[in-house]
């Protein structure tokens, strides 16, 4: 990439203040800034490193006073996080070579329906009755099973595996080595103190625009779907168990676990490590904290929840503080006594 | 599938109440009932939806008393679960096209032992010194190590990555991207303190009726065997470290975590996200709640733990309840003061 | 494996009691030893194993003193625990048998540099301009993207997935099913409460002799780099996020999630199931213990950290003892009042 400071100020709507003539090469965080590379402030927190940095140019708010003098050039816009990201992803689009066709070491059964420019890489295997829809890339070394049909202008990355009967709509990103459709964990106890499993005759459905993350694992319903909604973000090592439902537009960080048959409002954030018990319903809206144990079902939306087992996040917090200051009260009451 | 009602009663051994000439083809829960489909109501707390499902059948316990009028026909049987358990199973044994034969672009190093009507996929690869007993079926995209030995009737999904010197039995599934005989964690602290990995000689055993879930990682022992008892349970994304035993019939939740050589009895409930650690005992029929640490040997057999540091769940409950109390606590300290 | 007791003593420079002319023919833990295997004893607390075992000889400290007479060989040496390390350490490096060689289903793009006596495994696809140093083995079904460079002496476990522009240095070993350079979870909330992806066009830098796990995640950086720094151990699980940094000689065990950006110092332990924020600074020799959850960044190096929100351990576990006894203290308010 090589664009001047105008250039770019140009495309983000921005203004520019300092050498606008000066050429950009590549991107930086602001405290890790080199000549020839364009960054970002946003969080006032980090403005110390607007005056210290080595960018040749800074994204800035345009209602930021600045303090002292600044050697870097700046481009003031109304959000410089959105700016930047806008910046981003206009350079992925022009850098970003997509290839296509189908390599010579990959598997496809016969009668698969392959749309228009796709590209299925080395060692892949799509198996019969499943279709792939136009502008996909089906990576190396990934399986995709029976039945499976996978909508347009998807990526799916090496080691992905899709079981048998999976619906995916368009715009699904999938990293490596997530599994989507396995069993759900149902064992019926036998008389004998033994499990019989109880065949899981599901499957999954991903609607459009959902990115799922590295060695995720969704599992197929027992009778029915499991629903990943339209714009859910899921990121990796998470577990969704089977006849769960995620509603559309939420998010969900690393490693969190969400139990067999219950249903995600739309708009949550669920962050790293929170686990949510099965046969729950959780209200749209809600924020649940990093670590927070969900064991009832949520009714009101809009509520942030923490602790284990969950509750009101203040409330948690401030029985956090109390549980510090415990030794304290006991002193207390001996005093007292 | 297509059955008449009546049919399927004598499958079960119920007795119809409705018209029992009417047609099955397809399974439902009882809340997304659709005609053509049979369901089932075990749980009373469901029972209302009893009244309003579309199913053209419903299986209940024969000692369920109506409190109203149903439009669907009723078979009725000792435990209506259990029967729709095995009428699921009927199902799949009647539609299941296992498929046979060593695919074209697999690979098999000469000597290793083949079974009678096993299956290997596209792109699995089995190593030298290995068998596979008959019926066996290991999907696309395997790795097989060295001296690998599976018994008859498995399954292997694609991505399963199983390592020199593992011993499989019978009627084991291992869901995809499992990874099965990795390394142990162990590093030898040195006196400039980085670390020596100390050599992981041993290997796992996996007895028969296993079900292992996506993503799971069973490590290889320092030195013996991790040993995966005859029917145990286990769900994705759980890590058994090295030297580990779980105990027969065994089940396992997603994402917990058991440290090396502890020792697991049988008959255990471990739920999601618990984390057990390193070399303890954990005494049969031990039930651990979702999140559970635990951190001491448990001698006692069939006790319910919670909490952590883990201990009598009826115990922790309580805590908890008192924790929730805690500002009320601090004030009536303050008011006796 | 065949050597006298003596034999063996030689190479650990330790001496004999008892008879050195016996064969060694396997490796056993001391409470497991059979007839032909070597043992050692280094907790104290087992000793009373080393009156029972029917090991040929146990590796002891020289300053043991026995409390009653022993069946089998010792081998006295200053640090048993080393001692028997470097035992397994010589016997792994006599047995193990690397293969070299390009696999004949294997599939490398053009000009891909590959050095001396490497060996690329069935089904394991190189993508272009990316380079493999001398002796360093891709085994079965890896997958290695564009533009990655992996140094010497390495070894790369089947399924493993590297992304484009990943940077792996000497010695550096990768589990099963792993995924190198997968998105940052960055997702940009829109007006209308969607995301919109951010583009990731970091990468992930490994230096030498790091260690990773089965199925563990590490995310490339959204600018610049996530960095794991020489002689890193991370167990099987583990989540990794975007522009994280791990410090030197740090060990990670299993289901770790470290969020975006922390910065961990060098020689950290941190145990099982803890969870790091993002955005944190924690001091070396930081010591994490299992199921911690870190908010807040740790200044002084050396410290014990436990419980969450994490504190020091030793104040963790007097709250996690005062908890216990919650129930009095209520019951001596009640009495008070």
Redesign the interface.
Known sequence: MKFTVDQIATILQGTVTGDGSLFITG???IE?GKPGSISFLSNPKYESYLYETNATAVIVSKDLALKQAVKTTLICVDDP??AF?IL??K??EMTAERETGI?S?S?IAAGVKLGKSIFV???A?INSNSSIGDNTSI???V?IGKNVHIGENCII???V?I?NDTIIGNHV?I???A?IG??G?G??PQAD???????Q?GNVVIED?V?I???T?I?RAT??STFIRT?V?I???V?I?H?VEIGA?T?I???V?I?GSSKIGE?CLIA??A?I?GHLVIAPKTIIM??A?ITKSVKLPGQTLGG??A?NNAEYL???A??????E??D??KN??
């Open positions: 991107f930086d965080k890790e996080y959105v990201t981003l992803q350079y992925q390599q070491q598997a890489g080395q060692f295997f990576h190396d070394r399986s990355y090496p080691g595996v079981y990103v990293h490596s080595n599994v396995s069993d964990f064992h019926a103190g033994s499990f019989k499993a109880i065949p005759l625009n990115s993350g590295a060695n694992t599992d009778m029915g714009g973000k990121d990796n090592l577990q168990a006849n537009h998010a960080a690393s490693q676990g139990s708009y790293g490590q686990g018990a990093g670590r144990g284990y087992p509750m401030k029985r956090s109390l549980i510090r200051r415990l030794p009260l006991f207390q009451i007292i006594k």
